[in-house]
């Protein structure tokens, strides 16, 4: 297999993959990572052909651990890191097509707000969820879950940043499907295929609706300054 931190395949059908490929560091994003995601997921979101977008990993220890925070940066790589990050976040959330996560392993920090930003959730049995950025006091969260699962649930898990799995998960309505971590994949593949099959245009339609209804390009872009600022004027996340 090739060591590229990200990896794009296309399937018949309209249906394309991302998977995060970094194993040894349980795909937690570094600068270099986030650079080709995002190159990836716009020119995927440029592409009119694609019907579905599955995020998913190489790797069932772990869809993505947060952000990679033994990175060696100075104060404006950090800062760059950051907006790097929230152009993830916008990407995911201004998707042209539905987004499908596969849920495994470590989901954590930014892994979580990749989980919160898709528009369906497969989960694997050994989902380890968290909202972690409290812990560092990170300003992220509230824009993608709260819409999800409500505010005062969201509350609990954002201010206090403990894991969840599979079971709790999808009793709050977070996991559409519950499989085995060896069968998550390839669950979220036959859920992307239903959702290929139905007409292009309305999907992408109903996309744009779901969206403008619940607000959410303005959660994401009002969260997007707060971490922004938070790396800027703040603490800001490690930067090794």
């Avoid at 986030?34 to 990836?40: F, G």
């Avoid at 019907?51 to 220890?61: G, N, P, W």
């Avoid at 990170?138 to 898990?157: S, Y």
Wanted: hydrophobic share 50%.
């Amino acid at each position: 297999m090739t060591d590229a931190p990200v990896l794009t395949e296309r399937r018949d059908g309209g249906v394309a993959i991302v998977r995060l490929n970094r194993p040894a560091k349980r795909n937690a994003l570094d600068s270099p990572t986030l650079a080709v995601l995002n190159e990836a997921l716009d020119a995927l979101a440029a592409d009119a052909d694609v019907r579905v977008l599955v995020l998913s990993t190489t790797d069932t220890r772990a869809l993505c651990a947060g952000a990679d925070v033994g990175e060696q940066l100075d104060a404006a790589g950090g800062v760059a890191r950051m907006a790097a990050f929230t152009r993830m976040y916008a990407a995911v959330d201004a998707f042209p097509a539905p987004v499908i996560a596969v849920c495994v392993g470590n989901c954590v920090g930014a892994g979580a707000e990749l989980v919160a930003g898709a528009d369906l959730r497969v989960g694997g049995d050994n989902l380890k969820l968290a909202w972690a950025g409290a812990r560092l006091g990170v300003p992220v969260g509230p824009a993608r879950l709260a819409p999800l699962i409500g505010v005062a649930r969201a509350k609990d898990l954002v201010f206090t940043g403990r894991s969840i799995g599979a079971e709790e998960a999808g009793a709050l309505g977070l996991l559409n499907r519950s499989v085995a971590a060896a069968d998550a994949e390839t669950a979220a593949l036959e859920l992307a295929a239903a959702v290929a099959a139905q007409p292009p245009d309305g999907m992408r339609l109903l996309k744009q609706m779901f969206r403008e209804l619940d607000g959410s390009a303005q959660r994401v872009a009002y969260e997007n300054e707060q971490l922004v600022r938070f790396q800027q004027h703040g603490a800001g996340l490690p930067r090794g």
